[in-house]
């Protein structure tokens, strides 16, 4: 019985001494708390609204398209000034409870922290809902000799533009229309040119009507010797009949490709009666030469 009554007077002495110590250990504290929404590069911001642990904003908070929401404010372990190894805002939706969280930029000497957000760094689900967004502040440390708390910031209110939500929904898939055939896109391209300009033809027929009119003046000047005209088919029956059908054939494809070939089909022919053209002409030539030789004319 004595050492029943012992014992729960040792526990009793231990709790009481346990509460004194936690009394005593000093907790995280924040002061200059401010929090403020203002679109970029604006002097003057939308709202200014000062919290403390124990104070938070009392009417919920707007944020628009264009704004970010800045927290600033200085860290404090109990009446000191310090810098916790943890300090996050949570944000969390309301209806659904999913939550995100941002770290606080510390200034490792002053203590001093800052925090910037704006819908470019929320999901998409909370941008695409009307549910407002509860803010918490978290600050802890390692170790045991300072309490870590949490800290009721505010109710944000989301009063997004139609644009950013909807590229929330694309980002999530919930897109009306995901996959779709697009528009036919037509190409209208400029048609080949079917002649060579005017001025340049009349060019090049000028400069073969002054050829033949000098060839015939020729003729008509020297005179045309045409009694040698039998000899020379008997000598080469096929090589002049070939050699003038070719100069008129290549002559007919430079026409074709003034009126309608193209450039391969024009090539294409000429690969097969060029040949033609300078074999048999080589046989033509090669008979006038042994007439000449011969001293006839």
Do not use: C
Request: proline share 7%.
């Amino acid at each position: 019985m004595r050492w029943g009554i012992i014992a729960t007077a040792v526990a009793g002495l231990a709790a009481v001494v346990a509460a004194q110590d936690a009394g005593a250990r000093p907790k995280w504290n924040i002061s200059g708390a401010k929090l403020v929404t203002a679109k970029k590069g604006d002097t003057s911001p939308s709202v200014s609204e000062e919290f403390t642990i124990d104070k938070p904003v009392s009417t919920p908070i707007t944020l628009s398209s264009g704004e970010a929401l800045r927290l600033s404010m200085t860290f404090k372990a109990g009446n000191e000034v310090g810098v916790p190894h943890q300090a996050y805002l949570f944000v969390q939706q309301a209806d659904t409870g999913i939550e995100t969280f941002f770290p606080f930029d510390v200034a490792p000497t002053t203590a001093k922290a800052k925090l910037e957000i704006t819908h470019k760094d929320l999901p998409p689900s909370f941008i695409v809902s009307s549910s407002p967004l509860t803010l918490t502040m978290a600050i802890g440390d390692f170790t045991e000799n300072i309490k870590s708390i949490f800290i009721p910031v505010a109710q944000v209110q989301l009063n997004f533009d139609s644009m950013t939500v909807s590229a929330a929904k694309r980002s999530l898939g919930e897109s009306p229309v995901v996959y779709a055939p697009l528009p036919e896109l037509r190409h209208t391209f400029r048609p080949d040119p079917k002649n060579p300009p005017k001025i340049l033809t009349l060019i090049f027929l000028g400069a073969i009507g002054a050829a033949l009119v000098g060839l015939f003046g020729a003729w008509a000047t020297l005179g045309a010797n045409l009694s040698a005209l039998p000899k020379a088919l008997r000598a080469a029956p096929l090589s002049h009949p070939t050699f003038l059908a070719s100069v008129l054939g290549l002559e007919g494809i430079f026409v074709m490709y003034y009126l309608k070939w193209n450039l391969f089909q024009t090539l294409t022919a000429a690969i097969i009666v060029g040949p033609v053209a300078f074999y048999s002409g080589s046989r033509t030539l090669r008979e006038v030469r042994a007439r000449r030789l011969n001293g006839e004319r």
